[in-house]
């Protein structure tokens, strides 16, 4: 076999591109520096969560936890279709606001055991995905819950990786990282790994208009609403440090699709989460 082929898709995972966004129109406006992007889409199922999947299956594996093993998986969508992509058989539980694209994809991942979860449910309430989750996995032997949000899944490894590769691919002359938060893992572990080599580093995250998770708060989650995926939570996950993030930005839908066309019109096909960041 030519060691130009890859074996696994696993393999394929990571060392995605770095690339100037000068070229998108709107992007460098009024900004001295420039501004990069990380294509985490070029991974295999098209998220960063592939990295985050590879872990976890890791994991699995050296817990003894058979390949097929069902597992139930929380979460706008991109962790179950990475799940999916590598092989593993899953009940996916998806908020409301995801979009019908999106589970199209899953089922034809062969995913079709797919429960909608109420946008806004605080944890320990019924309504919550983890909650749900919980009972699902109760009632069907064998099964594991999967949600990052929990902390149940060391993701250090993951995102060292990812931390080096932007240091690696700037030189070690990076400023400032913005990124979108949910679970709050990323930001969390990105923050470490960067800070301890480049300490003067300012991390920015960035949430929907309405959600609360930079605010810290938990007060009327029913009445946040925001169309943006992936990003955003009506409470502050446990999985974010205290610290990790030095500014938080609230982006409108309005500014995060418009600027997601922009990038796509620009040639980098990223979605509304990126078009926000």
Not at 16 to 41: C, F, N, Q, R
Request: hydrophobic content about 40%; proline content about 5%.
């Amino acid at each position: 076999m030519s060691k130009l082929c890859i074996t696994t898709i696993s393999d394929t995972v990571g060392r995605t591109p770095l690339v100037s966004l000068s070229g998108v129109d709107g992007v460098s406006h009024g900004v001295a520096g420039e501004i990069l992007g990380k294509l985490e889409y070029m991974n295999p199922g098209s998220s960063i969560k592939d990295r985050v999947a590879k872990h976890i299956v890791a994991q699995l594996s050296a817990k003894g936890i058979s390949k097929s093993a069902p597992l139930v998986v929380a979460g706008p969508g991109n962790l179950a279709i990475s799940l999916a992509m590598l092989g593993r058989s899953l009940t996916c539980l998806l908020p409301e606001r995801t979009t019908t694209d999106r589970v199209r994809l899953l089922k034809s991942l062969g995913v079709t055991d797919i429960v909608r979860t109420l946008d806004g449910a605080l944890p320990g309430s019924p309504e919550h995905a983890c909650e749900i989750g919980r009972r699902i996995v109760k009632h069907r032997a064998g099964s594991v819950y999967i949600d990052e949000e929990l902390g149940d899944w060391d993701l250090s490894a993951c995102y060292d990786e990812l931390a080096a590769e932007l240091i690696e691919q700037t030189d070690g002359t990076l400023d400032a990282l913005v990124l979108g938060v949910d679970t709050g893992n990323a930001a969390t572990h990105l923050s470490r790994a960067l800070k301890a080599k480049l300490p003067n580093i300012q991390i920015i995250g960035v949430e929907p208009t309405n959600s609360a998770i930079g605010e810290q708060t938990v007060d009327n989650p029913l009445a946040r609403r925001w169309l943006c995926e992936d990003i955003g939570r009506a409470y502050a996950p446990r999985a974010l440090l205290p610290g990790s993030i030095d500014m938080w930005i609230q982006v409108s839908d309005r500014v995060a699709y418009s600027m997601a066309r922009r990038l796509v019109q620009g040639g980098v096909f990223a979605g509304p989460s990126s078009g926000a960041s």
